[in-house]
Nanobody, 123 residues
C-alpha cells in the first residue's frame, strides 16, 4: 500500500492543523493506521493509532486532549487533527499502516510508511 501524507505547514503556538494521509494500492479498511513524528536529532515517536473500524484509538501522553485521529474508509484516508499546537510539536509527521497487529503503537509494528509532512510551530 502507498501512503501520501499532506497538510503540514508553519503555524504559531495555539493554532490548529489537520493532516491527511491518503492510501492507495491496498485494502485500506484492513489496516490499523498510525501517526508518528520525528524531530531533528530525535528518534521517531508514536503519536496516535486507530484500528480499522475506528473503535480503538491510542494517543501519546504528550498529545492527549489536543490531537484527534479519525478515518474515512470510503475515501481511504486517515486524519490527524491537531489543536493547541506547541513548539515542541514541531517535527516531520508520518502516517503508517499495520496489517498484522490491531493494537500497534511501535514503529516496528508498521509495514508501510508515507513520506512525511513537516509541521513547524513557532512560539
Amino acid at each position: 500500500v502507498q501512503l501520501q501524507a499532506s497538510g503540514g505547514g508553519w503555524v504559531q503556538g495555539g493554532d490548529s492543523l489537520k493532516l491527511s494521509c491518503a492510501a492507495s494500492g491496498g485494502t485500506f479498511n484492513r489496516y490499523t493506521m498510525g501517526w508518528f513524528r520525528q524531530a531533528p536529532g530525535k528518534e521517531r515517536e508514536f503519536v496516535s493509532a486507530l484500528n480499522w473500524r475506528g473503535s480503538w484509538t491510542q494517543y501519546a501522553d504528550s498529545v492527549k486532549g489536543r490531537f484527534t485521529t479519525s478515518r474515512d474508509n470510503a475515501k481511504n484516508t486517515v486524519y490527524l487533527e491537531m489543536n493547541s499546537l506547541k513548539p515542541e510539536d514541531t517535527a516531520v509527521y508520518f502516517c503508517a499502516a499495520a496489517s498484522r497487529l490491531i493494537y500497534a503503537t511501535a514503529p516496528r509494528e508498521y509495514e508501510y510508511w508515507g513520506q512525511g509532512t513537516q509541521v513547524t510551530v513557532s512560539s
